[in-house]
């Protein structure tokens, strides 16, 4: 017989020992499915830095937590001209350090942004970033001391393995995200034009003269540190500008920066003709105007936007909707009832769409004609009030596009910036359209969107980093040719097809569909499709570390009944206990091969006797652990509890 004192004990141990492995339970659960992904990130930072002596760099600017920048005169901040699109506040650090609110101990000023001038010939959306240079017009003057800049062209004189400084501030680490405390430097070495041009010539990339390479073992600039110095610590000049590069650190491809001493005429032109003008370097440059622009060869687009009392809810864009190239984005307004001019000369042979966005829904408020949008001269704007969310114009060579249009509503939850969602051409793999990556969405409000693309067949993804989709009366709705999709209850990602998108694979071909979506935790995901037999690699693709979606459908000859493709998916790591950072699925002529979303790759056969697909609702590898888990830990509960009886 049980005593009452016996019976609570034991009741309490039992209770006890389930909560403890309800707690296992749910960090097992977490440890699968949690992540936390940081999409699109395009900007450089750090990596295999020290920390700067306090006060070496007084000068250093931090823009938005994103970019950084050089204070090259009282009234001027040097940068990126790509930066523009990150530069999400109104004010700006001048005199960074370190994060702790007294800076550690250094002066630092926080001054308000009165203007953006962006070289005229910057080469918006292109794959190098000739001219990326920009000029920020402070509010104020500021009273930290100016970086000297090369104006007397140092640059052009170095010799092969002249060691600089690359200066920053962000993750030092790729695999953990790790973000410093305290401003960066790293030792890179001075790399030849010639050097460099050669070895991104096997990339596609041109190096320019308004470029200069430097680079070092485990040392380079990476994601979030664009616009920040190239300094001479030998001369005590800052002779370039983080631009752009290929991975992180890469052990053949140096890292790409600005040229400042071929870009003098610009910068001059603007500094020299304000309040700065006492400035050494005025001297030497013309005072008239800015570089002179280079006369168009195909459509000039003039954009002409005047704001409201909130310039910082509106923004533009124009992008070609047949590659999803954004050749011109303006964010980041600030001043008050002021008017905006931006040029760009766009190609004869492709199609645009002008959009401009109000993140507040009600547009620019009491003026009747707010923007100008002129192509070769001829206004195409509309002359009503802008009273939305978003105006369209398509312009440009649209005939052999034959543009379709789509409406696209979002309405968030009371976590928008966990939402993020994009459109990619699945024939190309292209990302045409896209939102939430870079732009920060309120909670709790409906977005409506009017989109272009060409004829052809799209992949639509939404996206929640967090894994729980889009909460209560949530949601997202797409409208094309009369169809509609809807949807809001998923996890991580829900995605679908539409458009055009019947099998062009012909009767002796194989249909492969690929969906992938990779979100960046360190954990790079190379895919493959090879031959069996011969090894030939039939298609393959590199993610790299950057949050990057891919929707793609290939066309591959049948082999005979004994020969198999094999798909291959290859991860810098295989350890079961990561988080996961990728998820895909391939489908061959309508049956699903493989659905993946483990930190596992694998090899996977399709087109032979014998391979072996699976079914619509089998559960995916990466749960397959947690149910064993549990129901280990199941019985386990059932024989404690009979025991304690």
Same mark, same amino acid.
């Given at each position: 017989m049980r005593t009452k004192r016996n019976i609570s004990f034991q009741l309490r141990v039992s209770i006890s020992i389930q909560l403890i492995f309800g707690f296992f339970v749910l960090v097992a659960s977490q440890s699968i499915t949690n992540r936390n992904p940081t999409q699109n990130q395009v900007a450089p930072?750090?990596?295999?830095?020290?920390?700067?002596?306090?006060?070496?760099?007084?000068?250093?600017?931090?823009?938005?937590?994103?970019?950084?920048?050089?204070?090259?005169?009282?009234?001027?901040?040097?940068?990126?001209?790509?930066?523009?699109?990150?530069?999400?506040?109104?004010?700006?650090?001048?005199?960074?350090?370190?994060?702790?609110?007294?800076?550690?101990?250094?002066?630092?000023?926080?001054?308000?942004?009165?203007?953006?001038?962006?070289?005229?010939?910057?080469?918006?959306?292109?794959?190098?970033?000739?001219?990326?240079?920009?000029?920020?017009?402070?509010?104020?003057?500021?009273?930290?001391?100016?970086?000297?800049?090369?104006?007397?062209g140092l640059s052009s004189n170095y010799q092969a393995g002249k060691e600089l400084q690359v200066i920053g501030m962000g993750i030092t680490d790729i695999k953990t995200e790790h973000l410093p405390i305290k401003l960066q430097h790293a030792t890179v070495e001075f790399v030849p034009q010639t050097k460099c041009s050669t070895l991104f010539d096997e990339l596609s990339r041109d190096i320019t003269s308004n470029m200069m390479c430097a680079g070092n073992t485990g040392k380079d600039a990476c994601q979030g540190d664009s616009g920040g110095a190239l300094w001479d610590h030998e001369n005590n000049v800052v002779v370039g500008l983080t631009s752009w590069?290929? #991975? %992180?650190?890469?052990?053949?491809?140096?890292?790409?920066? $600005?040229?400042?001493?071929?870009?003098? *005429?610009? +910068?001059?032109?603007?500094?020299?003709?304000?309040?700065?003008?006492?400035?050494?370097?005025?001297?030497?440059?013309?005072?008239?105007?800015?570089?002179?622009?280079?006369?168009?060869?195909?459509?000039?687009?003039?954009?002409?936007?005047?704001?409201?009392?909130?310039?910082?809810?509106?923004?533009?864009?124009?992008?070609?909707?047949?590659?999803?190239?954004?050749?011109?984005?303006?964010?980041?307004?600030?001043?008050?009832?002021?008017?905006?001019?931006?040029? #760009? %000369?766009?190609?004869?042979?492709?199609?645009?769409?002008? $959009?401009?966005?109000?993140?507040?829904? *009600?547009? +620019?408020?009491?003026?009747?004609?707010?923007?100008?949008?002129?192509?070769?001269?001829?206004?195409?704007?509309?002359?009503?009030?802008?009273?939305?969310?978003?105006?369209?114009?398509?312009?440009?060579?649209?005939?052999?596009?034959?543009?379709v249009p789509i409406n696209l509503k979002i309405r968030t939850d009371d976590r928008a910036s966990e939402t993020a969602w994009s459109i990619i051409d699945s024939t190309s793999g292209l990302r045409i359209w896209d939102g939430g990556y870079l732009r920060t969405y309120q909670d709790n409000t409906e977005y409506d969107f009017s989109l272009n693309v060409c004829q052809g067949c799209y992949t639509f993804r939404i996206e929640d980093s967090f894994g729980d989709g889009m909460i209560g009366d949530s949601g997202y709705q797409l409208s094309v040719n009369g169809n509609e999709f809807s949807g809001g209850s998923f996890s991580f990602s829900d995605s679908f097809q539409f458009g055009n998108c019947t099998s062009s694979c012909g009767s002796d071909e194989l249909m492969v569909d690929l969906d992938v979506d990779v979100w960046g935790k360190g954990m790079e995901l190379l895919w493959q499709i090879i031959e069996e037999k011969s090894l030939e690699v039939v298609a393959s693709s590199s993610h790299g570390y950057s949050g990057k979606s891919l929707s793609r459908k290939m066309c591959l000859p049948k082999l005979s009944e004994d020969e198999c493709y094999v798909f291959r998916s290859i991860t810098s790591g295989n350890n079961v206990d990561k988080f996961p950072d990728f998820e895909y699925t391939v489908s061959v002529d309508g049956n699903v091969l493989v659905r993946n979303d483990s930190s596992q790759g694998g090899n996977y056969k399709f087109g032979c006797r014998g391979a072996r697909y699976q079914s619509s609702n089998e559960q995916n590898s990466a749960r397959r652990p947690l149910v064993r888990f549990g129901y280990y830990c199941t019985l386990f509960l059932i024989a404690v509890q009979l025991f304690f009886r």
């Open positions: 930072r750090i990596i295999g830095g020290t920390n700067a002596p306090k006060s070496r760099y007084p000068w250093f600017v931090n823009l938005s937590g994103y970019c950084g920048g050089v204070l090259i005169s009282p009234k001027y901040v040097l940068t990126s001209a790509h930066c523009t699109s990150f530069i999400q506040t109104q004010k700006i650090d001048i005199g960074f350090y370190c994060i702790y609110l007294d800076n550690c101990s250094q002066r630092k000023e926080h001054i308000g942004i009165k203007r953006k001038h962006i070289h005229p010939n910057y080469e918006w959306g292109s794959t190098s970033q000739n001219h990326d240079i920009m000029l920020i017009e402070l509010e104020q003057k500021s009273t930290i001391p100016f970086a000297p800049i090369d104006a007397m590069g290929y #991975k %992180c650190a890469h052990e053949t491809y140096p890292g790409v920066y $600005s040229r400042i001493a071929t870009q003098m *005429d610009f +910068i001059s032109g603007i500094v020299c003709n304000g309040e700065d003008k006492d400035m050494s370097f005025c001297s030497g440059f013309p005072t008239q105007s800015p570089t002179e622009k280079i006369p168009c060869q195909g459509m000039e687009l003039q954009v002409d936007l005047q704001t409201d009392f909130f310039p910082f809810e509106t923004w533009y864009e124009v992008r070609d909707i047949s590659s999803g190239s954004q050749l011109m984005a303006v964010q980041g307004l600030t001043e008050i009832y002021h008017s905006y001019h931006e040029e #760009k %000369c766009l190609q004869l042979d492709s199609c645009y769409q002008f $959009s401009i966005y109000d993140d507040e829904g *009600d547009g +620019i408020a009491h003026l009747d004609n707010s923007y100008d949008v002129k192509v070769d001269g001829v206004d195409l704007s509309s002359m009503q009030k802008f009273e939305k969310s978003q105006e369209t114009i398509l312009f440009g060579e649209c005939s052999e596009c034959d543009p």
